[in-house]
């Protein structure tokens, strides 16, 4: 901004002598000058200065000096600016925010929105215990499938559930030793003690078990695919896809 009002201030400076060197303690601005993919609003205004003073006969060059080496004009700029950022008496001059930023907020604002309405709703306690937190959920690569669903939200093809639409007479799970609810199935059945030690052995590494929903979710859950490591491959997901498909073919 600072070398745009000093262009700005260069071109009706009423003199002969129409070369200038505009100094300069940031290396970013030069580089974003010289690399022709930087398309930022203040750098392009700033090259169309320079083009548009360069038909008036100005030539202008930058060069890179060091900050805080006494340099009288680095030093002045420094010290004016100083004083302009605890001075609310001068208005801004530059008002323009960067989409990036923009984007930014409205993504903040909208998962803060989310989340109170998160937070107040009497909908959806089970996920809640999987999912408490809304930005955390959204930072998550989930592939939702049937089974996903059904063990995060305690619906679909679970006995407990089934009973309760008439589906099922009895809600008892295939390994005959309790109710088959989501519970049991995670920390209980031992119909899937096999993969349930494998994500025990993942999470006692850093933690107790059993943990919670939520911290199996966010802690338990990576994708298979990214790593093939042995404890990557140690999955909340997998236990939620094996154990459901379990189920779905008695
Ligand atoms: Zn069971």
Redesign the pocket.
Known sequence: MVILKALENLQFLEINDRIALISTDSRITLESLRNRKNRTYLIEKIRKKVIEMGNQNWKIKFNWIKAHAGHHGNELADQTAREASINSDINECYTRIPKSAVRRELRDYSATEWQSEWDITTKGVFTKLFFSNVTDRLKLKINVTPHFTTMETGLGNIKSYLLKYKIKDRPT??????E?TID??IF?????EKERDRLKAAVLRSENWPVSKDTLINKYSKGFKKSRTVYHSINYREIAHKITNLYLEK
């Open positions: 799970c295939s390994c005959k030793r309790a088959q049991h199935i209980n059945c031992e119909l899937v």
